[in-house]
Structures are given as C-alpha cells and as structure tokens.
T-cell receptor, first 112, second 115 residues
Framework: ETGVTQSPTHLIKTRGQQVTLRCSSQ?????VSWYQQALGQGPQFIFQ???????GRGNFPPRFSGLQFPNYSSELNVNALELDDSALYLC???????????FGEGSRLTVL | DAKTTQPNSMESNEEEPVHLPCNHS???????IHWYRQLPSQGPEYVIH???SNVNNRMASLAIAEDRKSSTLILHRATLRDAAVYYC????????????????FGQGTILTVHP
C-alpha cells in the first residue's frame, strides 16, 4: 500500500503569483486535509475535503482553495501569494474520526 | 479545541526510557488523546492514541491519568531515530465528520537523544 505523496517537494514563487500543490492520498482513505507549517511552528489546519467537497476549514482566507478528485487525490491552490505564505504545506489522509492521519512529506514553498 | 501543555524540550540518552508529559486540564469526556511526532524534514507521524485506559503499541506506550487531566508518552528505549518534535493533541470524538482530518497542533516537545 502506497503512502501519501506530495508534489512538488520544493518550489519558489514571487509575490502575487498563484501556486498549485498536489497530493495523492493513501489507498482507501476518503478524507484529505491540508496544513501549513511555518518555520519553527506546529502545523496549522487549512481545510479538509470529504467526497470532493470542502467540509471543514481553519482560519485561512478564501485565496486558499482546494479540490478533491474522485480518486481522492487533492490539490491546494493559493492565489495572490504573499511573503508570509512561505511555509511547508502538508497533506494528510484519513478514513474515520479518531483514527490516525497519514501525512506526506510536504511541499516547501518560498515566496520572494 | 481543548488546550494541551508540553515542555518545550527534553533530552535523553540512547537506550534509556523517555517519559514525555502532557497536561490537558480542560479535557472533555469525549476527547481522545493523540500523540504525533515529526522527524526533521518529514511530515508528522502518528504514534499512539487513547481515551481512558493505558495503551501500548510497537512504537510507544501511553499512560493516562485517572482524572484524564494529564498523560505521558513513554518510549521504552530511545534510539537516535526517536529524535523529533512530539505533539500531544486532543481530538473530540463527538465532533462529527467535519473534524475527521483536523488536528490542532501546539508547539510540541523537542526531544534530543544523545548517543
């Protein structure tokens, strides 16, 4: 069984640009969630997708959006990039409440 | 989300036991206690979770106080590979589907293991 994979692993963008990050869930998992981790901080929940719909969101502005596809893979889109968006973006998949989340290794975004 | 308090850092020697404490005095009756760890340059990794009773798995043991206001993650024999940030997290078992993928991370405890 393959784990959670994310791409790209590293990328550099400039302020104002848009970025798309991708995530392939662990097999059989129907919930995907995204996290932002600034340097030296714990991950912060952005939102989660279940059956292709967003159904839970943290304290992030609308320029953070996402998609979940029928095969449960997912994308995170960030528009109008700001310098503070520089962070490690983590994707996690899960199946049921109180069960464990499986995280990918993340995509490190640098905004210049 | 109920809050947890952990020491900022702890140190251990290789092959010795490590006890990582977590205080959660405002825990509710439906909150599960979860532990995750994050090795350098990796995503968080599930370690263990429990509700009321002590739990053991191949990675660690979780000791939960009788009043559930604190818990301790026990690594029985620390290895260099156990050097990581350890997060103690509460998850509401009654929160419903909107919380399936949500974890509220704090600062965690940075564990250093000396050879």
């Amino acid at each position: 069984e393959t784990g959670v994979t994310q791409s790209p692993t590293h990328l550099i963008k400039t302020r104002g640009q848009q970025v798309t990050l991708r995530c392939s869930s662990q097999s059989g998992h129907n919930t995907v969630s995204w996290y932002q981790q600034a340097l030296g901080q714990g991950p912060q929940f952005i939102f989660q997708y279940y059956r292709e719909e967003e159904n839970g969101r943290g304290n992030f502005p609308p320029r953070f959006s996402g998609l979940q596809f029928p095969n449960y893979s997912s994308e995170l889109n960030v528009n109008a990039l700001e310098l503070d968006d520089s962070a490690l973006y983590l994707c996690a998949s899960s199946y049921r409440l109180a069960g464990e989340l499986f995280f990918g290794e993340g995509s490190r975004l640098t905004v210049l | 989300d109920a809050k947890t308090t952990q020491p900022n850092s702890m140190e251990s020697n290789e092959e010795e036991p490590v006890h990582l404490p977590c205080n959660h005095s405002t825990i509710s009756g439906t909150d599960y206690i979860h532990w995750y760890r994050q090795l350098p340059s990796q995503g968080p990794e599930y370690v263990i979770h429990g509700l009321t009773s002590n739990v053991n798995n191949r990675m660690a043991s979780l000791a939960i106080a009788e009043d559930r206001k604190s818990s301790t993650l026990i690594l029985h024999r620390a290895t260099l590979r156990d050097a990581a940030v350890y997060y103690c997290i509460l998850r509401d078992g009654d929160a419903g589907g909107t919380s399936y993928g949500k974890l509220t991370f704090g600062q965690g405890t940075i564990l250093t293991v000396h050879p």
